[in-house]
C-alpha cells in the first residue's frame, strides 16, 4: 500500500508557474513508476506526465510537453511536477499516481494508487 499527498496547489496568472510536489509513504518509492493527471470541471481525468522508477524516463502529454517538467527524489519519496507558462485552459484538480507494476504508461487504469488532489487555477 503506498499514500500519496499532493501539495503547491493554488491560484496563478496566466504565465506564471507553480510547483507540485507529492509525498509517498508506504512500501518502496523507488520501484513505483509515478505520474501526474489532470480533472477539469465537466471533464474526465487526463495524463499529465510520467516518470519511471528511476527518473530516466519520463513522458508528457503533448499539451504540456516544453511546458511542464517531472522529477523525482528516491531518497526523499517525493514527485514534483514543475509547471511553467501556465494557460488557463491548464486550470483543474491534480492528482498524483503510482503504479506498483513493470511497464511505463500514461493509462490512466494502469495506476494502482492515488492522492487527493491538489487545485490549480490559473486567472487570464
Known amino acids: 500500500q503506498v499514500q500519496l499527498v499532493e501539495s503547491g496547489g493554488g491560484l496563478v496568472q496566466a504565465g506564471g508557474s507553480l510547483r507540485l510536489s507529492c509525498a509517498a509513504s508506504?512500501?518502496?518509492?523507488?520501484?513505483?513508476?509515478m505520474g501526474w493527471f489532470r480533472q477539469a470541471p465537466g471533464k474526465e481525468r487526463e495524463f499529465v506526465a510520467a516518470?519511471?522508477?528511476?527518473?530516466?524516463?519520463?513522458m508528457y502529454a503533448d499539451s504540456v510537453k516544453g511546458r511542464f517538467t517531472i522529477s523525482r527524489d528516491n531518497a526523499k519519496d517525493t514527485v514534483t511536477l514543475q509547471m511553467n507558462s501556465l494557460k488557463p485552459e491548464d486550470t483543474a484538480d491534480y492528482y498524483c499516481?503510482?503504479?506498483?507494476?513493470?511497464?511505463?504508461?500514461?493509462?490512466?487504469?494502469?495506476?494502482?494508487?492515488w492522492g487527493q488532489g491538489t487545485q490549480v487555477t490559473v486567472s487570464s
Open positions: 499516481a503510482a503504479k506498483g507494476t513493470l511497464g511505463f504508461t500514461s493509462a490512466l487504469a494502469a495506476y494502482d494508487y
Open positions: 508506504g512500501r518502496t518509492f523507488s520501484s513505483y513508476t
Open positions: 516518470i519511471n522508477w528511476s527518473g530516466g524516463n519520463t
